[in-house]
Structure formats: C-alpha cells, structure tokens
C-alpha cells in the first residue's frame, strides 16, 4: 500500500464520548496533516505533525490532539464529542513530491 | 487574513460548453494556489497548480494578481468532469491549504 489509508471509514459516536482515527502515510512522506470538512464547507485544517511533534495548528480546541509515531503514521484524538464535531476528517501525507489525500474518516455524532 | 472564495456552490452546465469556475483568494504574501478535484465517492485529488501552468484533462487557470484570481476554466465540458472542485492557498511557511468552499459541477448531457 502506497497510498494514504485511513481507518475506520465510517463511525458513529454518541455525545461525550471520546474517538480516534488512524491514518498511515504514503511511502517517503514524514509529514501528516489533518483536516476537518463539515457538510457544504471545505476542509478545515487542524493541525500537522512532523517527526512525531505538532508542528502546526488551526482554530481547534484542545480536545482535538494528535500522535504520530516512529513509522509516521498519526492519530487524531477527539475528546468529549459534541455534535458539531460530524464530518469527514481527512489525513494527508506530505514529503518532497507534495500533499497526498486519504479517502477520510466519517464521524457521525448523536 | 488567508482566505479562498468560491462564490458559486453549484454551476450546471450542458456538455460541450465552456466552464468557468471562480476562485478569489485573500493573501499578503507571494501565493502558491491549487485547484482540487473530488469525483463522487473518490478521494481528493490534485487537479493542477498554477506554477506548474499545465493543462489537466483540459482544464486551465491562471493566477491573476491584480483581480487576486484563480479562475479554473475549461472550453468544452465534458460529462465525467461532473465532480466537486476547490480552490486551495498553499502557506508554504506552515506548509498547510486554506481551501475554498468547493463548486459542485454538474455537466448535463
């Protein structure tokens, strides 16, 4: 697999409740960025990671939180669900060739 | 502020007729702008870059700096280019994309 793979594709959480979503970067890339697109809206950025640190963060509350670990693959960590956290989050691997999309996690919160 | 504006949510167009999407963009530095592409039930996907100046399955864009434009254009549309379409601010410094809002074309046939 030499795309961006993310897991699970869909989910459904209830308010309150606490998520992770996995991606695995494209091969060569040591960059991971996350995005959040809400119904109608683009992607929104959250934050990056770049060997292993957060490098980079959008308007988003501390209850989004990340990982990437030693192979660059990453996590994000949502905390205490709200309803407004529904969307299509999506990873995106970087290295020197540019950005590569993943196909997206899509949460549902009720 | 950064930011990218797709005035149209839904352009409908038949085939064989030109397409012209919009895109403005708000940005004090030197901007690096890209347009995006999402076929039903696919991925993002890179459509083309205005560095590059390339020509992608026929579409075509150019960055004007006076009017602060990325217009992405197309002289004769085609069923399959149906898809969602988003213009995209590269901040090279923090190495993220400010999209737009995206317009869904539809090319009736």
């Known amino acids: 697999e030499t795309g961006v793979t993310q897991s699970p594709t869909h989910l459904i959480k209830t308010r309150g409740q606490q998520v992770t979503l996995r991606c695995s970067s494209q091969s060569g890339h040591n960059t991971v960025s996350w995005y959040q697109q809400a119904l109608g809206q683009g992607p929104q950025f959250i934050f990056q990671?770049?060997?292993?640190?957060?490098?980079g963060r959008g308007n988003f509350p501390p209850r989004f939180s990340g990982l990437q670990f030693p192979n660059y693959s990453s996590e994000l960590n949502v905390n205490a669900l709200e309803l407004d956290d529904s969307a299509l989050y999506l990873c995106?691997?970087?290295?020197?060739?540019?950005?590569?999309f993943g196909s997206g996690t899509r949460l549902t919160v009720v | 502020a950064q930011r990218v504006t797709q005035p149209e949510k839904l352009l409908s167009v038949f085939k064989g007729a030109p397409v012209e999407l919009k895109c403005n963009y708000s940005?004090?530095?030197?901007?690096?702008l890209f347009w995006y592409v999402q076929y039903s039930r696919q991925r993002l996907q890179l459509l083309l870059r205005h560095i590059s100046r390339e020509s992608i399955k026929g579409f075509t864009a150019d960055l004007n700096k006076g009017e602060t434009s990325f217009h992405l254009k197309k002289p004769f549309a085609q069923e399959e280019d149906s898809a969602m379409y988003y213009c995209a601010l590269f901040l090279s410094g923090t190495y993220k994309y400010i999209f737009g809002t995206g317009t869904r074309l539809k090319v009736l046939a």
């Open positions: 995106a691997s970087s290295g020197l060739d540019g950005y590569t």
């Open positions: 990671y770049y060997r292993e640190e957060e490098n």
């Open positions: 940005y004090s530095g030197s901007p690096e």
